[in-house]
């Protein structure tokens, strides 16, 4: 397709579980972002790639969230032990080097 | 820490209507903003950036004021239309790429 593709579009877990979410960004774009939005929030920023490279990962929570983008395309983001306050909309974006982020549609995580 | 917010959570409106949505951004140092429109179930979406340099900017139907002064920005619609309905976040950009600092939205509300 031509936009973001993030899938799952929604995954609902138990407490403790680990989770994976995907993103496909748009076909040549560079940068890919990663943001969290809770409901009623703006999104909250939680990590940048450049190619390969997480360039930012300042805005990731705790050790339980980590991202790979291995070959500088995909990227997927995990989260390990989920806990009922990880229920959020994880967003992604990818832009080319400089430039206007697009964002995906998200993947609503819900932790029971 | 810095941060880029909104004076009114929901804004109602009347089909054909102007509106403007209020945003008060903290960091003075930030040099490029941008007003995003975020439809139920979807990623945000970008309607109109604006730099620092400027204090007006045009697009088909809106039109984003900058106030540096006061840190302010505002996003004016012309001709209110239902299609509009939807939540509007001003974002920051921080950092030496784009990594978007976003407030926590508007509600847009336009009734026929």
């Known amino acids: 397709g031509a936009g973001v593709s993030q899938t799952p579009s929604n995954k609902v877990t138990e407490k403790g579980k680990y989770v994976e979410l995907r993103c496909d960004p748009i076909?040549?774009?560079?940068?890919l972002y990663w943001y969290r939005q809770s409901l009623g929030q703006g999104p909250e920023f939680l990590i940048y790639?450049?190619?390969?490279?997480?360039?930012?990962d300042s805005g990731l929570p705790n050790d339980r969230f980590f991202a790979v983008r291995p070959e500088g395309s995909v990227s997927t983001l995990k989260i390990q032990r989920t806990e009922r306050g990880d229920s959020a909309v994880y967003l992604c974006?990818?832009?080319?080097?400089?430039?206007?982020?697009?964002f995906g549609e998200g993947s609503r995580l819900t932790v029971l | 820490g810095e941060s880029v917010g909104l004076h009114l959570p929901t804004l109602s409106v009347q089909e054909g209507d102007n509106s403007i949505i209020n945003c008060a951004y903290s960091?003075?140092?930030?040099?490029?903003f941008i007003w995003y429109k975020q439809e139920s179930g979807k990623g945000p979406q970008f309607i109109i950036d604006?730099?620092?340099?400027?204090d007006k900017r045009q697009g088909q139907r809106v039109t984003v004021l900058l106030n540096k002064t006061v840190k302010h920005l505002s996003l004016q619609i012309a001709a209110t239309q239902p299609g509009d309905s939807a939540v509007y976040f001003c974002?920051?950009?921080?950092?030496?790429?784009?990594?978007?600092?976003f407030g926590a939205g508007t509600r847009l509300a336009v009734h026929p």
């Open positions: 974006a990818s832009s080319l080097s400089t430039g206007e982020l697009f």
């Open positions: 076909s040549g774009h560079t940068a």
């Open positions: 790639f450049q190619g390969t490279g997480a360039a930012d």
């Open positions: 960091n003075s140092a930030s040099d490029y």
């Open positions: 604006i730099r620092s340099n400027m």
């Open positions: 974002a920051e950009l921080s950092g030496g790429y784009n990594k978007l600092i």
